[in-house]
């Protein structure tokens, strides 16, 4: 029988997988980057480089976002957490405080890099224009927040992965499975 229509056994469609994984090794990678840069000279042309793909990486975080919302909300598979009510209820308001967490970095992200000044650009393609002015201060206010929020999104997907480890390996539910391809037989 089709893994796909077999009862217990549903997964996730195809898009909504890889805008899963896409966005987990986004995240990852953007936290990554910052704190490898924290740890070089300043002026290096490494640093200015992680500093670049950051951002570009940033601007391609904020368009998937949108594309993954959109597409949960309207057309992507929706299924049940396994559970009792309490840990499905908190499954659903840890998911719910991911995506919200990871609007407000790319708000953050986009206002911090407007605040400073200095070029907003996808990879060299194009720039993105400023609706603010250049502000020091401000900016200084606002890499403080993104640097938290940074913190809490990790920390919160690390809990958000135990849990998807734990359901696979000690409780034995398809949770894990149904966001991973079905395998080749
Ligand atoms: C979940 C996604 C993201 C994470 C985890 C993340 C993480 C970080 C961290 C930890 C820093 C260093 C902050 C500091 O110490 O001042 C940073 C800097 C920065 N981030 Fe992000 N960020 C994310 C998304 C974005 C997005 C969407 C943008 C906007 C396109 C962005 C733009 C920036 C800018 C402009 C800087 C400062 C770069 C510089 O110093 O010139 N980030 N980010
Ligand atoms: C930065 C990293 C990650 C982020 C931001 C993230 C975010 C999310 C979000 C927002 C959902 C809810 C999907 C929805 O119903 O709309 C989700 C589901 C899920 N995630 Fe992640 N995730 C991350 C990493 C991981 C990792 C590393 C694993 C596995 C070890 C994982 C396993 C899962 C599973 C199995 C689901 C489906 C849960 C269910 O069906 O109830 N995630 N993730």
Redesign the pocket.
Known sequence: MNDLHSPGHERYDRLTQWFHWLTAAT?IF??AS??IW?NLAKGTDLRRGL?SV??SL??A??VLIVLRIVWRVFVGTHLPAHGSPATRLLAMLGHLALYGL?LA??AL??M??WA?G?RFEFFGLFAIPSPLATDHDFAHVL?GL??KV?WV??ILAGLHACAALIHHAVLKDPTLRRMLPVPRR
Request: glycine content about 10%; charged content about 15%.
């Open positions: 995240v953007l936290f910052a704190h924290e500093q950051h951002i940033g601007i975080l904020a990871l970095q790319i992200g986009f911090f890099r400073q200095e890499g993104h640097d940074a999104i990790i």
